[in-house]
């Protein structure tokens, strides 16, 4: 079973509007994190935002917010305001406590694009 | 701080060759991993190094094998490469070895099997 589902492969938004990218997940774990990176054509990962399992709140830094449902399975990201630089590839991953480690999952992406 | 540096950028091998690829993480981390990048497969976890030991593998064959130094700094080696070796190659790293540190990747090493 997929661990991270991204059901969105692309997303269109016109600039200045607001934008949500699907994420749920699958644990069985009680303690993970869940991120999001995004990744321009560069080819470079770049971490935006995270949510802890036992955060009460909903992430946000700056135009991010994670919109996080626990019961739901669903970290969906939201990002505000869309400007044009944010047309690239969004990815959501996981990191499960039981694993010990540092290792992501990955879900397969949403890629974004903002006209003017 | 300067970020993950990553080197080379871009690689062109034939088959049967081998290859190393290097990552620098942030000064001051101690944790680095290495995933693949495919359009087929996604991104795929390849192995965990922390203070110089493997933490953790990913289901790859042993051609790909990997290190890290005393100073933190790691390779990647995949030997008698083949062509669906080809993809990005990216290199993370964070603090500590741990689900709750976030990583930082570098720009990646974009290699290329003839």
């Known amino acids: 079973a997929q661990k991270i589902t991204q059901t969105q492969p692309g997303m269109f938004v016109q600039e200045k509007e607001a934008v949500t990218l699907d994420c749920t997940y699958d644990?069985?774990?009680?303690?993970?994190?869940l991120f999001w990176y995004k990744q321009p054509s560069s080819g470079e990962m770049i971490f935006l935002i995270y949510q802890g399992s036992y955060d009460e709140q909903n992430a946000t830094e700056g135009r991010y917010s994670l919109n996080f449902q626990k019961a739901r399975k669903s970290a969906n990201l939201v990002i505000s305001a869309s400007q044009l630089g944010d047309s690239a590839m969004y990815f959501c991953?996981?990191?499960?406590?039981?694993?010990?480690?540092?290792?992501?999952?990955f879900g397969k992406g949403t890629m974004l694009l903002v006209s003017p | 701080k300067a970020g993950v540096t990553q080197t080379p950028r871009y690689l062109i091998k034939t088959r049967g060759q081998q290859v190393t690829l290097s990552c620098s993480p942030i000064s001051g981390h101690r944790s680095v991993s290495w995933y693949q990048q495919t359009p087929g497969q996604g991104l795929q976890f390849l192995f965990e190094y922390f203070s110089e030991t493997q933490r953790n593998k990913g289901n790859f064959p042993g051609r790909f094998s990997g290190r890290q130094f005393s100073n933190s700094r790691s390779e990647m080696n995949v030997s008698t490469l083949e062509l669906g070796d080809s993809a990005l190659y990216l290199c993370?790293?964070?603090?500590?070895?741990?689900?709750?540190?976030?990583?930082?990747f570098g720009p990646g090493t974009r290699l290329t099997v003839l």
């Open positions: 644990t069985s774990d009680q303690s993970y994190g």
């Open positions: 991953a996981m990191r499960e406590v039981n694993s010990g480690y540092s290792t992501l999952t």
């Open positions: 993370a790293s964070s603090s500590a070895s741990g689900p709750y540190n976030e990583q930082f």
